[in-house]
């Protein structure tokens, strides 16, 4: 037998574990009917005041879920609670990003039938979350007008991996002279198409139109959903 | 900083493989890392080497191609090759696009072994 070095073919995805756990989740969300969505921007964007007043605000007409990552504390849990929606906290401890098997751990003894939306608030992270396909519907994107227009192209490959882009605190927009224009610019030129909502969770600004969006979306997910595999 | 996380899926990998072709010893990993992967290639070089430190693989190479991203211009109706991941456009007419059709690869390709 020959003893000098050989390549041996193997062809497998690095992420392939997540990405099993992923389709694994997504498929169960699809049976039972729930809208997943989650939530991915740099820390301080206003992630967790934009959750709590959607929750608050699907309350009152769905049955909403939450679940929150942070490196460590549970006082978004506690904040979202507030809301009365289902909220659990995932605590990555080091980890930057959440990953999918900590999404189907911090499920566990949920009943997803008894869902309509589920909200998954990642770890605050431009970079990191991006690889990892958590087997959410829907990629939010949250952009605040105190971050710079120019936020998507200094993480293109965040603002290219989600659906929607979010620009949040628009209520201060003026204050700190926010060019509107610019963001959604930079925001089209890294992912063309993208949908994009200007809201403020403070003054409940763009909340409606991007609710409406939300459940037309969720409509159109259970019909698909309905029709037989 | 998610590459050490990486690094060590791909030790992982590459050990099992090494195992299944009856314990043979890995020189190198071949991996294809598009641009859109989200992985930052110096970090993880350095994130591999500590990844190794005590494996089967110290000592092992991470060989590295770089895959550029493609996306399809439906003007042209062709595959294009874009320079620069900041504007998702036709570089010959343009034309936004967001079909992308590679660039986002994270895959360990193949192993050098020796028996």
Redesign the interface.
Same mark, same amino acid.
């Given at each position: 037998?020959?003893?000098?070095?050989?390549?041996?073919?193997?062809?497998?995805?690095?992420?392939k574990?997540n990405d099993i756990v992923a389709r694994a989740l997504r498929e169960r969300f699809h049976d039972a009917g729930v809208l997943a969505v989650s939530l991915v921007s740099s820390p301080g964007s206003g992630k967790t005041a934009f959750l709590e007043k959607t929750l608050t605000l699907l309350y009152t007409r769905y049955r909403v879920a939450a679940l929150v990552g942070d490196l460590a504390t549970d006082n978004d849990a506690a904040r979202l609670a507030r809301s009365r929606a289902l909220v659990r906290q995932i605590i990555t401890g080091t980890?930057?990003?959440l990953e999918a098997a900590m999404v189907q751990n911090a499920l566990e003894g949920w009943n997803l039938n008894d869902l309509d939306f589920l909200f998954i608030e990642n770890v605050g992270n431009l970079?990191?979350p991006?690889?990892y396909d958590l087997g959410e519907d829907l990629r939010f994107v949250l952009l605040s007008v105190t971050e710079g227009e120019d936020k998507p192209?200094k993480y293109?490959?965040?603002f290219?991996?989600a659906d929607v882009a979010m620009i949040t605190k628009s209520d201060i927009a003026a204050a700190v002279e926010f060019d509107e224009a610019a963001a959604r610019r930079n925001i089209?030129?890294?992912?063309?198409?993208?949908e994009v909502f200007k809201v403020s969770a403070k003054t409940g600004e763009g909340m409606a139109e991007y609710l409406e969006f939300l459940q037309t979306r969720r409509q159109h997910f259970r019909a698909a959903a309905a029709v037989p595999k | 900083?998610?590459e050490l996380?990486?690094a060590m899926?791909?030790v992982d990998? #590459?050990q099992e493989?090494a195992e299944r072709?009856g314990g043979v010893q890995v020189?190198a990993v071949?991996?294809k890392l598009g641009r859109? #992967?989200?992985?930052v290639k110096e970090a993880l070089l350095s994130s591999y080497e500590m990844a190794c430190e005590a494996t089967p693989l110290e000592g092992s190479r991470l060989l590295i191609e770089e895959i550029p991203v493609e996306v399809f211009c439906p003007k042209c109706e062709a595959p294009r090759l874009m320079d620069s991941?900041?504007?998702?456009?036709c570089p010959e007419c343009g034309t936004?696009?967001?079909n992308?059709l590679r660039g986002k690869e994270?895959?360990?390709? #193949?192993?050098?072994?020796?028996?």
């Open positions: 037998m020959s003893s000098g070095p050989r390549l041996v073919e193997v062809r497998k995805n690095v992420l574990q980890v930057c990003h970079v990191c991006s690889s192209l293109p490959t965040i290219n991996s089209q030129a890294v992912r063309p198409g993208m | 900083m998610h996380s990486i899926s791909i990998m #590459a493989e072709h020189q071949y991996l859109l #992967a989200g992985v991941i900041q504007s998702f456009c936004p696009t967001a992308i994270l895959e360990v390709v #193949a192993l050098e072994i020796k028996e």
